[in-house]
């Protein structure tokens, strides 16, 4: 009896490999965050002025210029002229402990290239923008346009080599919806609403949550309102404020997007 035996010769196909592209160790991001640290001081200095002042251009203690053109000891990380030791913009080490901390978030998300660089773009916008806000309460302009317009092209160009401009969409839905949603607030409640700089800033701040999703977003803004609501408590309960007092809302969403972006 001949016995027919079929052989059946299956073939594998290797699915391609997805995931975050190669990018710079955290060392290389490190350094390439302590690098960028004097412009960022030299914006903070400028910019840290009242609202309809001029920029600041020198040392308000002896003139001695912070501009490009000026020597690179006033913009070093102790915060202080080099001519006269006057405090000079943030203080001494903060702002390159605040980049570093927005490169291991950047770490932990993990995401692609372009991604990377869309956040990198709004982290180099959003560290000054927080110091200003601290100082003056105030969130420049040429700021708050450059994070939005940076993002979301940056964004846009990550979802045209994704192939899913689904996402970018969401982005510019929840940033222009956060936006409009602070702005609405301001003309409504006046002074005890949001600023209209924190509308500017929502734009480029929530469009990052919503490229993630938005569960990111409903995180971050969570994570904001708390972190303001707590320390507004702290400074009632101290009595370092009143109940009429102004609290900036910036560097809570900005930190707050940042607790999202590490934990999305």
Known sequence: MRQEVEVRITTSRREPVTGPAPVASWPARGLAALAIAPALRWLIATESVPYGQPRRTGCDSCGTPIGPAG???????????????????????????????????????????????????????????????????????????????????????AALVADDPSAWWRALLAGLGAGLSFGVSTLLLGQRGFGLGDAKLALSSVALLGWLGWPAVVLGLLLAFTGSALYATVLLVTRRIGWRGHLPFGPFLILGTLGALALG
Do not use: K, Q, Y
């Open 71 to 157: 020597p690179v000891g006033t913009l070093s990380p102790r915060g202080r002229c080099a001519t006269c030791g006057s405090r000079l913009g943030a203080p001494p080490l903060t702002v390159e402990f605040v980049l570093l901390l927005a490169v291991a978030v950047l770490v932990l998300a993990g995401r692609p290239l372009v991604e990377s660089l869309a956040f990198a773009w709004w982290a180099g916008c959003a560290v000054p923008l927080l110091f200003v806000d601290v100082a003056v309460h105030r969130l420049p302009d040429r700021l708050t346009f450059a994070a939005a317009g940076g993002t979301l092209t940056l964004l846009g160009i």
